[in-house]
């Protein structure tokens, strides 16, 4: 809180001064406070600008001499404290207009190599859930195609007119390694202010339909700690899968050859007699025992498959990992 005392011509400074009292205002933003000289009708001697931060600051008048304050700034609403109220008023024309939540009728779901221009804010969206260097992210956005894998953004129309839309939500579909009709779903998120507003449902829904128009018949993810979630969406505990990385499992003929074959610097050799050897180093003397019977197979039984509540899987940092799939 900033203090400071002001005073009146011909007014006995040892004792009568403007005070400060019991009733405060909270004042959230940065404000320039400037003192009319309106108390008693009389001028101030001097002017006093008061700088209010955002700590936030506490604003406290004495109600028995209150002043008529005027509180501007040119990025702020207009505040005016009078003489003998203890309210703050805000006029409702100058207060700041707030970003309207996102309609979920008004949603779009649209690869992200198709709109290059949203690859940075897509970045900054999975980021904030998953740090990583911002460089690296668009790389690996930037592996998008409609062959898979394929990224997915979950797009808002901005509520200015010509602006880019928002980016809401984001989630990555791959191949599935020998099941061609399933897809690996990675990489789900939803931007942290809209959450549990039904974004990631709508988000989810959409990949459905989306894969169905492809030929897919079957979707796998994984998690750690949304397996309610997935459940209500319809989704069941299954088996690992493995993603794949490019389009084709077996690498092009052009790609090997672009590699040349260069001949080996050694001279071929003929490879010896597994048999000859065998019988020239055959050792001499009394035969050598037989070596012990094999261990029965063990009878344990198999590992506890995964359920709500506990998995046998991990991740490479030893987090018990869910893997869950959905026929559509």
Same mark, same amino acid.
């Given at each position: 809180? !900033?203090?400071?005392?002001?005073?009146?011509?011909?007014?006995?400074?040892?004792?009568?001064?403007?005070?400060?009292?019991?009733?405060?205002?909270?004042?959230?933003?940065?404000?320039?406070?400037?003192?009319?000289? #309106?108390?008693?009708?009389?001028?101030?001697?001097?002017?006093?600008?008061?700088?209010?931060?955002?700590?936030?600051?506490?604003?406290t008048l004495d109600p028995a001499c209150q002043l008529e304050l005027t509180l501007s700034?040119?990025?702020?609403?207009?505040?005016?404290?009078?003489?003998?109220?203890?309210?703050?008023?805000?006029?409702?024309?100058?207060?700041?207009?707030?970003?309207?939540?996102?309609?979920?009728?008004?949603?779009? #779901?649209?690869?992200?190599?198709?709109?290059?221009?949203?690859?940075?804010?897509?970045?900054?969206?999975?980021?904030?859930?998953? $740090?990583?260097?911002?460089?690296?992210? #668009?790389?690996?956005?930037?592996?998008?195609?409609?062959?898979?894998?394929?990224?997915?953004?979950?797009?808002? $129309?901005? $509520?200015?007119?010509?602006?880019?839309?928002?980016?809401?939500?984001?989630?990555?579909?791959? %191949?599935?390694?020998?099941?061609?009709?399933?897809?690996?779903?990675?990489? !789900? !998120?939803?931007? %942290?202010?809209?959450?549990?507003?039904?974004?990631?449902?709508?988000?989810?829904?959409?990949?459905?339909?989306?894969?169905?128009?492809?030929?897919?018949?079957?979707?796998?993810?994984?998690?750690?700690?949304?397996?309610?979630?997935?459940?209500?969406?319809?989704?069941? #505990?299954?088996?690992?899968?493995?993603?794949?990385?490019?389009?084709?499992? %077996?690498?092009?003929?052009?790609?090997?050859?672009?590699?040349?074959?260069?001949p080996s610097p050694w001279p071929p050799s003929k490879t010896p007699s597994l048999t000859?050897?065998?019988?020239s180093r055959a050792p001499r003397g009394p035969s050598l025992p037989p070596p012990p019977?094999?261990?029965?197979?063990?009878?344990?039984?198999? $590992?506890?498959?995964?359920?709500?509540?506990?998995?046998?899987?991990?991740?490479?940092?030893?987090?018990?990992?869910?893997?869950?799939?959905?026929?559509?």
């Amino acid at each position: 809180m !900033v203090r400071d005392w002001v005073t009146c011509p011909g007014e006995d400074t040892s004792g009568a001064r403007a005070g400060w009292g019991q009733s405060f205002w909270v004042l959230p933003q940065p404000l320039a406070l400037s003192l009319h000289p #309106l108390w008693g009708r009389m001028p101030w001697t001097h002017w006093m600008e008061l700088t209010l931060s955002s700590s936030p600051a506490e604003l406290t008048l004495d109600p028995a001499c209150q002043l008529e304050l005027t509180l501007s700034s040119t990025c702020h609403p207009e505040m005016t404290l009078s003489r003998g109220s203890t309210e703050l008023t805000l006029d409702p024309a100058l207060q700041p207009e707030e970003t309207p939540t996102p309609s979920l009728a008004e949603l779009t #779901l649209e690869p992200v190599h198709r709109r290059p221009e949203l690859l940075d804010a897509c970045a900054d969206l999975i980021n904030e859930q998953w $740090p990583r260097s911002h460089a690296s992210r #668009l790389h690996s956005l930037g592996q998008s195609s409609d062959n898979f894998p394929l990224c997915l953004m979950l797009l808002s $129309p901005h $509520p200015v007119p010509g602006k880019a839309p928002i980016v809401v939500g984001h989630a990555r579909l791959s %191949r599935v390694l020998d099941r061609p009709q399933s897809l690996l779903v990675e990489t !789900v !998120v939803v931007a %942290r202010a809209l959450r549990g507003r039904g974004f990631g449902r709508c988000l989810m829904e959409g990949l459905e339909v989306f894969a169905q128009a492809r030929g897919f018949r079957r979707l796998h993810l994984t998690t750690h700690d949304q397996l309610h979630f997935y459940a209500h969406l319809g989704y069941r #505990l299954g088996e690992p899968v493995q993603g794949l990385v490019f389009t084709s499992q %077996r690498l092009p003929a052009a790609l090997l050859s672009a590699f040349p074959r260069v001949p080996s610097p050694w001279p071929p050799s003929k490879t010896p007699s597994l048999t000859a050897q065998a019988a020239s180093r055959a050792p001499r003397g009394p035969s050598l025992p037989p070596p012990p019977p094999l261990p029965k197979p063990s009878t344990a039984s198999p $590992p506890a498959p995964q359920s709500l509540l506990e998995t046998q899987y991990h991740d490479l940092r030893g987090r018990p990992i869910f893997w869950m799939q959905k026929d559509i």
